[in-house]
């Protein structure tokens, strides 16, 4: 049958089917078409996968693990556990029904596919060969794209196949994975994945806004900024809401911007944020809170069929969190958190859904239960979930006290009220500012409002008008909602860097790459900085190597606060002084240069030597530099 005598709806299913196929197509020509974004792609990959560990850094990593190994076999239930302790005495697990659920689906979904692939890659080769064999690839990727980017394509390949060929014998040695860590392994391949693209994104939408330039600016600090890539390689969800969160500050900036002023752009935000759900429910319904006044605030319009669709997007894109909840608990919108928390012994099948469990920012439910009947279950579900997302905000609005913001934001030191005993003694946490000095940037961003008058109606006119306006106000939405949310849970032990604030990060990167003095530097001195940032990030690591040998991890991390505060404060004066004045470009260049050295030397000892001691390194070669370095 020709394609002209086909039906009409086959056409359609026909039509429908292709476009994920070439959707994908598309997006792979877009990567392999723009240069730096591959090159950034890779080259994040490259570094998160020199310090990755296969093994468990927090205990209830192994709940997400059986997650993603049951999913795997059909099973939304994790007994039988196939990961971990066999006492099942393990943090993150649920009892619903006399079974075992875990929690985060969403990302142990996104990782079922690479733990297919590896189980069946293992019964061909052995996975630390193939792991080996693909960072080289991902090193000798991103040395060609570097290459390319700056004209030197001849360098860039030469220099980068011997460098590949070298680290790939490196790496031939040491013992196989166990075939049960895969689904560990799957799970962390996936947060390195979510931060690599994370940094990409963050380039895609500065590039849009101020040229490639403060593009590359913005995805390099974005990847090197310490929450993240401290958490990149570690199986938790913050890499990936963090990605869920950036995709849809760019898709609400396209959807405002001339040519790209489509419905399907705007169905983006409300997409991820639907997603975010399946992965964090709490994150999930904060982003959304950001999202939906703003959106509605400054879109072009709003007619009825526009909002039809903006629901029916997020609807199919909330079907699989829906549906896993209905699964378990019969119940569609009452999310894994708010499920009865499993504890050793009590698995009896008396437990309820809507028995206390955890609530999204670390209290219960207070044991409400759900109504009987479908709908009343349902509507019950959503009301609990509401009054524990609003009770929590407003929890966090009373939490801001000068105290605790200072141990969260700037310094940690012995902060009072930390369980300390929990992290061996050692005082490793660390604060926003401490661990991502580039944030402090914004610390000088009132300077660039002085003598500006106060907001009037056409002011807020302008905003709604304005893409990249309309856009900072979304981003500085979310940053308040998901700080005032997880804000009375913090400071904490085993946050080390904010990790519950990752997703707000490159947030605040985007906002420091808005500065004019930042655009100056990337326009007028970009390879300054890069030169400066490479010499300053191996004088860095050598010092600090030499400098912290024989200490213990809490004195290390303690000492890398103090260098990055002053790196930080440093950086915020700069930008202070460049608002007021006509500042040389090359002393910000300088500057920056110091901040993203501080930031790399920070997360390579962390991951290499703070933490690796007795880890599973997937490289040999990190476990070789691990050797090398005097630290401990």
């Given at each position: 049958m020709s394609h002209a005598r086909r039906p009409a709806v086959v056409r359609r299913v026909l039509?429908?089917?292709?476009?994920?196929?070439?959707?994908w197509r598309r997006g792979l020509a877009a990567l392999q078409a723009d240069r730096p974004a591959t090159a950034l792609f890779l080259g994040s990959v490259a570094f998160y996968g020199l310090y990755l560990r296969v093994d468990v850094f927090i205990v209830d990593t192994f709940a997400v693990a059986n997650t993603a190994s049951a999913l795997a076999g059909?099973?939304?239930?994790?007994?039988?556990?196939?990961?971990?302790?066999?006492?099942?005495?393990?943090?993150?697990?649920?009892?619903?029904?006399?079974?075992?659920?875990?929690?985060?689906?969403?990302?142990?979904?996104?990782?079922?596919?690479?733990?297919?692939?590896?189980?069946?890659?293992?019964?061909?080769?052995?996975?630390?060969?193939?792991?080996?064999?693909?960072?080289?690839?991902?090193?000798?990727?991103?040395?060609?794209?570097?290459?390319?980017?700056?004209?030197?394509?001849?360098?860039?390949?030469?220099?980068?196949?011997?460098?590949?060929?070298?680290?790939?014998?490196?790496?031939?040695?040491?013992?196989?994975?166990?075939?049960?860590?895969?689904?560990?392994?799957?799970?962390?391949?996936?947060?390195?994945?979510?931060?690599?693209?994370?940094?990409?994104?963050?380039?895609?939408?500065?590039?849009?806004?101020?040229?490639?330039?403060?593009?590359?600016?913005?995805?390099?600090?974005?990847?090197?900024?310490?929450?993240?890539?401290?958490?990149?390689?570690?199986?938790?969800?913050?890499?990936?809401?963090?990605?869920?969160?950036?995709?849809?500050?760019?898709?609400?900036?396209?959807?405002?911007?001339?040519?790209?002023?489509r419905v399907r752009h705007r169905a983006i935000p409300y997409a991820a944020a639907a997603l975010?759900?399946?992965?964090?429910?709490?994150?999930?319904?904060?982003?959304?809170?950001?999202?939906?006044?703003?959106d509605l605030l400054t879109a072009r319009e709003n007619r009825p069929r526009t909002l039809a669709l903006l629901g029916g997007a997020f609807?199919?894109?909330?079907?699989?969190?829906?549906?896993?909840?209905?699964?378990?608990?019969?119940?569609?919108?009452?999310?894994?958190?708010?499920?009865?928390?499993?504890?050793?012994?009590?698995?009896?099948?008396?437990s309820t859904p809507g028995a206390a469990g955890t609530a999204p920012g670390g209290g219960t439910t207070g044991g409400r239960t759900a109504p009987p009947g479908a709908l009343a279950a349902t509507i019950g579900g959503a009301g609990t979930a509401l009054d524990v997302f609003l009770a929590q905000l407003d929890r966090g609005v009373r939490a801001l006290e000068p105290r605790r913001l200072f141990h969260v934001l700037v310094r940690s030191g012995r902060i009072p009220g930390v369980d300390y005993a929990r992290t061996g003694g050692y005082t490793v946490e660390l604060a926003l500012i401490e661990a991502a000095p580039v944030v402090a940037g914004l610390l000088a961003a009132p300077v660039a409002l002085c003598g500006r008058r106060l907001p009037s109606r056409a002011a807020f006119g302008r905003v709604r008008r304005d893409p990249i306006r309309a856009t900072d106000l979304f981003?500085?939405?979310?940053?308040?909602?998901?700080?005032?949310?997880?804000?009375?849970?913090?400071?904490?032990?085993?946050?080390?860097?904010?990790?519950?604030?990752?997703?707000?990060?490159?947030?605040?990167?985007?906002?420091?790459?808005?500065?004019e003095p930042v655009h100056r530097v990337a326009e007028r001195e970009g390879e300054r900085l890069a030169a400066l940032a490479v010499a300053a990030?191996?004088?860095?690591?050598?010092?600090?190597a030499v400098a912290l040998a024989g200490v213990d991890p809490g004195t290390a991390m303690q000492a890398h606060a103090v260098a990055n505060l002053a790196v930080a404060g440093l950086f915020a004066a700069w930008l202070a002084a460049a608002l007021a004045t006509d500042l040389d470009a090359r002393v910000g260049a300088a500057v920056l240069a110091l901040v993203l050295a501080a930031s790399v030397a920070f997360l390579l000892l962390s991951g290499i030597e703070y933490f690796g001691q007795g880890r599973g390194f997937a490289l040999p070669v990190a476990r070789s530099l691990e050797r090398l370095f005097p630290v401990r």
């Open positions: 039509a429908a089917a292709r476009r994920p196929l070439t959707a059909g099973r939304l239930a994790v007994d039988p556990l196939a990961f971990g302790p066999s006492d099942v005495r393990l943090p993150g697990l649920h009892a619903v029904d006399g079974r075992l659920y875990g929690r985060n689906y969403g990302h142990a979904a996104a990782a079922v596919p690479l733990l297919w692939a590896l189980r069946a890659l293992s019964a061909a080769v052995e996975i630390r060969v193939l792991l080996a064999g693909l960072w080289s690839l991902c090193v000798l990727g991103a040395a060609v794209q570097v290459g390319r980017v700056v004209g030197r394509e001849r360098v860039g390949s030469l220099a980068g196949s011997a460098l590949a060929l070298a680290l790939l014998g490196a790496n031939l040695g040491g013992r196989g994975l166990p075939r049960e860590s895969l689904s560990l392994l799957s799970l962390q391949l996936t947060t390195v994945l979510a931060a690599a693209l994370l940094a990409v994104v963050a380039y895609r939408l500065l590039r849009a806004l101020h040229g490639r330039r403060v593009g590359v600016l913005a995805g390099v600090t974005t990847a090197v900024a310490g929450p993240v890539g401290f958490w990149a390689p570690i199986p938790k969800r913050h890499a990936v809401t963090a990605l869920l969160a950036m995709v849809a500050l760019y898709g609400f900036y396209r959807a405002r911007t001339g040519a790209d002023r975010t759900a399946w992965v964090s429910a709490p994150e999930g319904l904060a982003l959304l809170a950001a999202l939906g006044p703003v609807l199919l894109a909330l079907a699989p969190f829906l549906l896993t909840n209905a699964a378990v608990s019969g119940n569609p919108l009452l999310p894994p958190r708010m499920w009865p928390d499993y504890a050793a012994g009590t698995l009896d099948g008396g981003a500085a939405a979310y940053v308040a909602v998901l700080g005032l949310l997880y804000l009375p849970r913090l400071p904490l032990h085993s946050t080390i860097t904010v990790r519950y604030l990752v997703p707000v990060v490159p947030f605040l990167v985007y906002g420091v790459c808005r500065l990030t191996v004088g860095g690591v050598a010092l600090a």
